[in-house]
């Protein structure tokens, strides 16, 4: 799987929206673009994710450049609850005449993003 | 059960003993893994279940680790004479594998080995 770099962490106030950027510069065709956090003591959630096209859901919306070598997650009001380490990951799929399916889940070391009052 | 369920919670050992940590995964899901999270790090690949597929054990640190899962159910990862190194969190996740995306995780077992 394609590497990933992201700053080891951002600050937002409260009510703004936090945009989070992650690098992929090797990515390949096959690979998607995921983001997933994690609050403090709890496992990882997943929060969106997107092959070329911009994709907006009731958590984020994820910006994918034309080349694909970079992305930015917008948290477009960020709360307090919203502080966590957010994990940008590069996974590969393989599709075959049985579907799709999905390579592992590697994580990096994410961003550390604390949203303050 | 609605979510991805791990057991114990807490396991405290003494080095050198053998544990188990078991992951329910939700019923359904294809696909299933299990990540090492140390202390104020990030998550740590440790071996991935795809269906029938042979399963990929690459982030497996040593032969002291291993894990077994029967079909589509629960998954057991087990540790040989356990040293102090081993104290972490062990977070299980579970997905549809086919054709879906999100993988679920569970709370995690914190492991502490004295």
């Known amino acids: 799987d394609a590497k990933t770099t992201q700053p080891p962490s951002m600050d937002c106030a409260e009510g703004r929206a936090a945009n989070l950027p992650c690098n992929h510069s090797?990515?390949?065709?096959?690979?998607?673009v995921y983001w997933y956090r994690q609050i403090h003591s709890q496992g990882p959630q997943y929060i969106i994710h997107?092959?070329?096209n911009n994709e907006t859901n009731e958590m984020a919306s994820l910006i994918i450049t034309e080349d694909r070598k970079s992305s930015t997650l917008i948290l477009p009001h960020a709360t307090l609850r919203d502080t966590a380490v957010y994990y940008c990951i590069v996974r590969a799929t393989l599709t075959n005449a049985g579907g799709t399916s999905y390579g592992k889940l590697t994580f990096g070391q994410g961003t550390i993003l604390t949203v303050h009052p | 059960g609605a979510g991805v369920s791990q057991s114990p919670s807490n396991k405290v050992t003494e080095k050198g003993k053998d544990v188990e940590l078991r992951c329910d995964p939700i019923s359904g899901h294809t696909a299933l893994y299990w990540y090492r999270q140390r202390l104020g790090q990030g998550l740590e690949f440790l071996i991935y279940f795809q269906g029938n597929s042979a399963p990929d054990k690459s982030g497996l640190p040593s032969d002291r680790f291993s894990a077994e899962r029967t079909g589509e159910s629960v998954s057991t990862l087990t540790i040989q004479r356990t040293q102090q190194e081993d104290s972490a969190v062990y977070l299980c996740a579970s997905s549809w594998g086919i054709g879906y995306t999100e993988a679920f995780f569970g709370q995690g077992t914190r492991l502490t080995v004295v």
């Open positions: 997107g092959l070329k």
């Open positions: 090797t990515i390949s065709g096959n690979e998607y």
